[in-house]
Structures are given as structure tokens and as C-alpha cells.
């Protein structure tokens, strides 16, 4: 009976993969870098866009600059009205025509304000995307370590499932070798005949209560380690479902981004 019992005694208790342990899975870290390439990419834009409007009001304070040098000027032509209808008149179209013209300092005191003002909501518009965009890597990535811990966990079950069939063929061979040793030592020590088969029907009925007794406990054995490894795989789903994947403090993410669009005229 102590060898049987050293037998059971091997069996493992069974892990889940935590995690830590799903992260560094290869399709989650496939699931990051495309993540990381969206990430890029609005970031990609979001430059293009504010280097387009510095562009635009680089040259409108260039103009205004030329202008202001410019002590007399002659009557404008068509050409030279309809450009400046696409340039500096378009920044004011608020103004009324009977308005005293403003003098170069204050024009361009308004073409900075005007640009302060698209800066910063370029600066909005680009925080908006950078928040949405991680809430959905955030949950995209929550959803790839269900995905993974499921996988992960059936098979898990599985390995358990065949240690088990495992165990039970290899308990029932030890114990077949026990009974056959037992048979030969009555056959070679009682020359007895009927006293033989009276001894051979008592080592396959203690055989037989012994496989019964032994297979019984390896079963309680294994339905244990079976649901402590459900409680641990249920433990692990519960705690990605209630993970939040923190890219960054909100607050200080948007001052961040904010500040990148502040310049200096």
C-alpha cells in the first residue's frame, strides 16, 4: 500500500498561465506592434497637419511683413487682389469695410491669435485621437488575453485529462505486476495444489479491492486538481476582464500633447 501511495503522491498540482504569462505570448505581441503602427500613424498625421498650417501662416506673416515695409504702394492689379483675397482677406472676413484699416501691428497681432487658436485645436483634435485610439487598444488587448487564456486553458485541461488516463494505465500495470508476483511466490513456495488456487483466489479478490480502492482515490486525486485548476483559470479571466490597461495619466497626457502645439511669433 506505500507504494501505491508514493504513486499518487507524484501527481503535480496543476497551473494556469497568469498574465504576465499571456502578454508574452507571440500573438499578443503581434496584437502591440500593430498597435504601436496605428499609434505611428496618427502621430504621422497629426504633424503633417500642423506643419501645413505653420506653412500657411508663415507665409501670411511674410506677406504682411513685406507689406509693412512697403512705404508707398502702387494700385494694386486683378492678380495681386485676387491673391491677397486668398491670404490675409481671409483671415479677416469679419471685418466691415467701412472699418479704419489696421495698422500692420495689429494685423498681425490677429493673424497670431488666429493661428493660437487653430494650434490649439489641432492640439484637441489630435488628443481626441490618441485617447480613442488607446481606448480601443486597450480593449482590443483585453479581449486578445481572454482570447489566449481560453486557448491556453482548454489545453491545459486536456494535459490534465491525459495525465490522468496516464496515471490510471500506469496504476493498473504496477498493480497487475503486484498481482503476478504474488501468484509466482505461491507457486513456487506451495506445491499444493488446491491450496495454490485457494491462494491465487485470494490475491486476485485483494487485487481486485486493491485496483477498486486505488482507482477511487486516483479519481478523488484528480477531480481535486481538476477544480483547483478551474478556480485558478477562473480567477486568471476574472482578473483581464476587470484589468485596466493604464497607457498614461489623462491629465497630463493632454497637457502634454497640448504643449507640442504652442509656438512663438
Known amino acids: 500500500m506505500s507504494r501505491m501511495v508514493s504513486f499518487t503522491c507524484c501527481v503535480l498540482v496543476p497551473q494556469t498561465a497568469s498574465i504576465e504569462e499571456l502578454q508574452q505570448m507571440k500573438m499578443f505581441g503581434k496584437l502591440l506592434k500593430k498597435q504601436e503602427k496605428e499609434l ?8 503633417k497637419r500642423r506643419e501645413e498650417l505653420l506653412q500657411r501662416y508663415t507665409f501670411l506673416f ?28 481671409e483671415t479677416s472676413a469679419g471685418r466691415n469695410g467701412g472699418e479704419r484699416p489696421e495698422s500692420p501691428g495689429q494685423r498681425a497681432l490677429e493673424l497670431k491669435e488666429k ?12 488628443y481626441d485621437g490618441i ?10 488587448q483585453i479581449a486578445k488575453m481572454i482570447e489566449l ?13 491525459d495525465s490522468s488516463e496516464s496515471d490510471h494505465k500506469e496504476l493498473k500495470k504496477k498493480l497487475e505486476a503486484k498481482r503476478l508476483d504474488r501468484i509466482q511466490a ?3 513456495n506451495t506445491s499444493d495444489k488446491s491450496a495454490q488456487e485457494r491462494l491465487k483466489r485470494e490475491i486476485n479478490s485483494t487485487h481486485i479491492q486493491e485496483v477498486v480502492q486505488m482507482i477511487k482515490q486516483l479519481n478523488e486525486k484528480q477531480a481535486k486538481y481538476q477544480q483547483v485548476l478551474e478556480t485558478k483559470q ?6 483581464i476582464k476587470e484589468k485596466e490597461i493604464q497607457v498614461s495619466h489623462c491629465g497630463q497626457f493632454r497637457s502634454n500633447v497640448l504643449h507640442g502645439y504652442i509656438v512663438d511669433y
Open 40 to 47: 505611428k500613424e496618427l502621430e504621422r498625421k497629426a504633424s
Open 62 to 89: 511674410t506677406e504682411l511683413a513685406a507689406q509693412a515695409d512697403k512705404k508707398k504702394t502702387p494700385c494694386p492689379t486683378k492678380s495681386q487682389k485676387k491673391k491677397r483675397s486668398l491670404t490675409l482677406d
Open 115 to 126: 493661428l493660437e487658436e487653430e494650434l490649439l485645436q489641432l492640439g484637441e483634435d489630435h
Open 131 to 140: 485617447r480613442k485610439k488607446k481606448e480601443q487598444h486597450a480593449a482590443e
Open 149 to 161: 487564456a481560453r486557448e491556453k486553458q482548454a489545453c491545459e485541461l486536456k494535459a490534465l485529462k
Open 186 to 188: 505461491v507457486a513456487k
Open 234 to 239: 477562473t480567477d486568471c479571466l476574472e482578473k
